[in-house]
């Protein structure tokens, strides 16, 4: 890959019926509104396409925080496949597809915001080689 589309491709496997696809789309739409949505080519999951600032963070690190978004917001998992930057996706037939021309951008704010608790970063070791002082 020479560079990034600055587009992140969630997919969202076994969403249900029209109705259940129908009503997840609403949902999605009240919280970040994506450049493009549609059904998935099994006919039951939902390809919701986001613009990202690849600047900002990695490919990876929205990743971690579109998997913890859809967690916290719709208690759903996307696909893990997902994580892989190169993965094609195919678009499909869908007259009900939602596209917009100004979608919202995903930046470093939403990955500080979505992304997981990062460990603090300790010297390896510096409680390991501390020795307690004995006094005769």
């Given at each position: 890959?020479?560079?990034?589309?600055?587009?992140f491709c969630v997919d969202i496997d076994?969403?249900?019926?029209?109705?259940?696809i129908e009503a997840?789309?609403?949902?999605?739409?009240?919280?970040?509104?994506?450049?493009?949505?549609?059904v998935s080519p099994s006919g039951d999951g939902l390809k919701i396409v986001y613009q990202i600032d690849t600047g900002q963070a990695s490919h990876?690190?929205?990743?971690?925080?579109?998997?913890?978004?859809?967690?916290?917001e719709f208690n759903i998992e996307i696909d893990e496949k997902c994580k892989d930057v190169s993965?094609?996706?195919?678009?499909?037939?869908?007259?009900?597809?939602?596209?917009?021309?100004?979608?919202?951008?995903?930046?470093?704010?939403?990955?500080?915001?979505?992304?997981?608790?990062q460990p603090r970063n300790e010297t390896p070791g510096a409680i390991i080689n501390q020795q307690p002082i004995i006094e005769k």
């Open positions: 890959m020479i560079q990034h589309s600055n587009y076994h969403v249900g019926d029209k109705d259940a997840m789309k609403q949902r999605v739409l009240k919280v970040y509104k994506p450049a493009l949505m549609f990876e690190q929205f990743f971690s925080a579109f998997q913890t978004f859809f967690r916290n993965r094609a996706c195919f678009l499909c037939y869908d007259p009900e597809c939602f596209m917009s021309e100004a979608p919202t951008i995903m930046d470093k704010t939403f990955i500080n915001t979505f992304s997981p608790v």
